[in-house]
C-alpha cells in the first residue's frame, strides 16, 4: 500500500523537477538569447570591444566633463550593482537632510552658472540605487559645466541630449528621461575621450606592515566591466 503511494508520488516530482528547474529555464533563456540577445545578456555596452557598463545600471561619473547621475545608496560607496538597495532613510532623518544639504552645496559650487534651483533628482536616490537616466531637464542643468571643461558650446550639448532624449513607453508610460551613460558614451564619441588626471599612488607602508602601498588608480581603467562604481570615463584608452 504504501509502495503504490509512494512511487507515483516519486515520479511526479522527480518529473516536475525535470520540467520546471531544468527544462523551462533552458526553453525561456534559449528564446530570450534567440529573440532578445543583447538585453538577455544584461544590456552591456562596448568600446573596443570591451564591455565599459550596461545601460540597465548608473555609474558613478563626478569628473566635469562628464554629465553626473543620481546619487547612489546602493553598497558603501554607492553604484554598488551587486548591492541594489535604498538609503531607507525617511523625510526626518537628519542624516539624509544633511546628505542632501551637503549634495546641493556641492552642485551649485560645481555649476556656478546652472542657476539657484538643483533639480530634486541630483540630490536624490532611487530606490534601487541604480537608476541610469535622469530628466532631460536634470542633464540640461548641467549643460554649462560640462561645456566649460570640453571647451565646446553648450548648444551642441542642448543638441546632444535632444538626441538622447526617451521619450514616454507607448506614449503614455512614464516620463521623458536620458540615460546618463549613454549620453557620456556619446559625448565621447563627439569630440573625444578627455585626459582624465591620474589619482596619486598611496604612501608606502612602514616596514613590516602588512599592508603594501595601493597602486595609483587610473581615472580611466582599461577595461572596464559594468562596475560597483563606474570610471571617471566610460571608454577604455586610446591604443597606443
Known sequence: MLRAQLLPALRTTLFTMLLLGLGYPLAVTGLAQLLFPGRAS????????????????????????????????????????????GSNLGPTSKKLRERVQADVKRLLEENPEAGATVPVEL?????????PHLSPAAA??????????????????????????EGRDLGFLGEARVNVLLLNLALDRQVGRPNLPVAPAAAPSAPGSATAAAPAATAAPPAPAPPASGPQ????????
Do not use: C
Request: hydrophobic share 40%; no cysteine.
Open 233 to 240: 570615463s566610460p571608454l577604455p584608452p586610446a591604443a597606443p
Open 140 to 165: 540640461l542643468w548641467q549643460v554649462q559645466r560640462v561645456a566649460k571643461a570640453r571647451g565646446m558650446a553648450p548648444e551642441r550639448l542642448r543638441a546632444l541630449i535632444e538626441q538622447h532624449t
Open 42 to 85: 544584461g544590456s552591456l555596452l562596448h568600446e573596443a570591444n570591451a564591455p565599459v557598463g550596461s545601460e540597465l545600471l548608473a555609474q558613478k561619473f563626478s569628473a566635469p566633463v562628464y554629465f553626473q547621475p543620481r546619487p547612489s545608496a546602493a553598497g558603501d560607496a554607492g553604484y554598488d550593482a551587486s548591492n541594489s538597495s
Open 123 to 131: 540630490v536624490t536616490t532611487s530606490g534601487s540605487g541604480l537608476d
